[in-house]
């Protein structure tokens, strides 16, 4: 089961990133998509999406977005917010983590959780510009981070 996952595109959707989605089962967007065109983009992906609302996400095409989303995906619940304030306190059914806004890719286990916040895939603001390919076996994960920049 591989997962595509990125956040803060800020209205950039690259045509050139569905190659690296192609093989993907799902994909996970942690929030400021920015626009309706971008969303739509994405969508076009052709693979199931999740995507949370982000502070620059708003207007009539994002009202339906949720602030925070948990979905079990390959026997895994994850846990999706843009910003990391908004995160609950019981996290205790989450195995998976997913933050944005910092623009700032972040990877780290703690207390059984796997945290990630992709960083920036359309807009670094010094950082570079990425995102993650998740990969889920029945018993381990591996996460690459993509350097698009």
Request: net charge negative; proline share 4%; with cysteine.
């Given at each position: 089961?591989r997962i595509?996952?990125?956040?803060?595109?800020?209205?950039?959707?690259?045509?050139?990133?569905?190659?690296?989605?192609?093989d993907c089962?799902?994909?996970?967007?942690?929030?400021?998509?920015?626009?309706?065109?971008?969303?739509?983009?994405?969508?076009?992906?052709?693979?199931?999406?999740?995507?949370?609302?982000?502070?620059?996400?708003?207007?009539?095409?994002?009202?339906?977005?949720?602030?925070?989303?948990?979905?079990?995906?390959?026997?895994?619940?994850?846990?999706?917010?843009?910003?990391?304030?908004?995160?609950?306190?019981?996290?205790?059914?989450?195995?998976?983590?997913?933050?944005?806004?910092?623009?700032?890719?972040?990877?780290?286990?703690?207390?059984?959780?796997?945290?990630?916040?992709?960083?920036?895939?359309?807009?670094?603001?010094?950082?570079?510009?990425?995102?993650?390919?998740?990969?889920?076996?029945?018993?381990?994960?591996?996460?690459?981070?993509?350097?698009?920049?």
């Amino acid at each position: 089961m591989r997962i595509g996952i990125m956040s803060d595109t800020h209205g950039i959707v690259r045509e050139s990133w569905h190659g690296y989605f192609k093989d993907c089962d799902y994909l996970i967007h942690a929030g400021d998509v920015d626009n309706r065109a971008s969303y739509d983009k994405l969508k076009s992906f052709g693979i199931p999406l999740y995507i949370v609302r982000g502070n620059n996400d708003y207007g009539d095409w994002a009202r339906f977005l949720p602030e925070t989303l948990q979905v079990p995906i390959c026997g895994k619940i994850f846990y999706i917010v843009h910003k990391e304030s908004r995160l609950p306190m019981d996290l205790s059914e989450a195995d998976f983590v997913i933050l944005g806004h910092t623009h700032h890719y972040t990877c780290f286990e703690r207390r059984g959780k796997v945290y990630i916040n992709p960083g920036s895939a359309g807009e670094g603001r010094g950082e570079p510009e990425g995102f993650v390919i998740l990969e889920l076996t029945e018993n381990r994960h591996t996460i690459e981070h993509i350097l698009l920049s």
